[in-house]
């Protein structure tokens, strides 16, 4: 292991998204990639651009997506202001993503039994605090790849 910390929490976020992953494969049948894409849909509905901005993903990968999630139950997408497509959980989809976060908040909370230095609602705070600082940092100007 190393002592640099973005290197350490680097790790273990792929640590833990892969032990999720095992997870909902063997309690569920569906991957950690399907819970993740879901899950912002629980806070209510969310257009296309907004989904794919909280996924950092493309919004051509995420409408390539959402069809495929509707025909199997998962969400439903309404027409919203502008022409914005709107997607939101169906019951089906609303269970899953309950569940499966449950589920995995009760595995990793359990990680820190025994480790009394540690307590998860703090922890919890204290990453929200640093997501919050690191998100009102100046953007930094992109540069092209060569």
Do not use: C
């Not at 493309?58 to 069809?67: C, G, Q």
């Not at 909370?109 to 230095?117: H, I, Q, S």
Request: hydrophobic content about 45%; overall charge negative.
């Amino acid at each position: 292991m190393t002592d640099r910390v973005t290197a350490t929490i680097h790790v273990l976020v792929a640590e833990m998204d892969a032990y999720a992953d095992d997870l909902l494969r063997e309690r569920f049948g569906f991957s950690f990639n399907h819970f993740s894409f879901l899950a912002p849909l629980s806070s209510g509905p969310r257009d296309i651009t907004s989904l794919a901005r909280l996924l950092l993903l493309t919004k051509a990968a995420v409408s390539k997506r959402v069809p495929v999630l509707e025909a199997d139950g998962w969400v439903r997408t309404t027409a919203g202001l502008r022409r914005r497509v709107m997607v939101e959980l169906t019951e089906k989809g609303a269970v899953f993503v309950e569940a499966a976060g449950a589920l995995l908040d009760e595995e990793f909370t359990d990680l820190f039994v025994g480790l009394p230095e540690i307590d998860p609602k703090v922890l919890n705070s204290q990453l929200i605090d640093v997501l919050d600082a690191l998100r009102a940092k100046p953007p930094l100007p992109r540069k092209e790849l060569s």
